[in-house]
């Protein structure tokens, strides 16, 4: 069982910078692939970074690509998603996710074992 809480989400305004957290319980953390993932009201969740086990593998969604880097400290048990000129559409609810020994171009967000609860991104124009 592992347990995630995300933290770090506000309101910014659009060209401005926020620095997600996603805290994991357990002492397998090292063991999981770590995914974020947002939802804007009306829309699917989708899948913006991942990171495999190790830290030496990351992935992005064409939409962040360039603005947003995934990162993660085995050591604290965190994973961390810095977001930078972010844009209006970046507004939604951010989760973060695991998966146990996955790669981190997993993009299905079923593929994922533990989810967080969510934290709230808005971008204001």
């Known amino acids: 069982q592992v347990q995630l809480v995300e933290s770090g989400g506000g309101l910014v305004q659009a060209g401005g910078s926020l620095r997600l957290s996603c805290a994991a319980s357990g002492r397998t953390f090292s063991t999981y692939a770590m995914g974020w993932f947002r939802q804007a009201p009306g829309k699917e969740r989708e899948f913006v970074a991942g990171?495999?086990?190790?830290?030496?593998?990351?992935y992005y969604a064409d939409a962040v690509k360039g603005r947003f880097t995934i990162s993660r400290d085995n050591a604290k048990n965190t994973v961390y998603l810095q977001m930078n000129s972010l844009k209006p559409e970046d507004t939604a609810v951010y989760y973060c996710?695991?998966?146990?020994?996955?790669?981190?171009?997993?993009?299905?967000?079923?593929?994922?074992?533990?989810w967080g609860q969510g934290t709230q991104v808005t971008v204001a124009s």
């Open positions: 996710a695991s998966r146990l020994w996955g790669a981190a171009a997993t993009t299905p967000a079923d593929e994922y074992d533990y």
């Open positions: 990171v495999s086990w190790s830290g030496g593998s990351t």
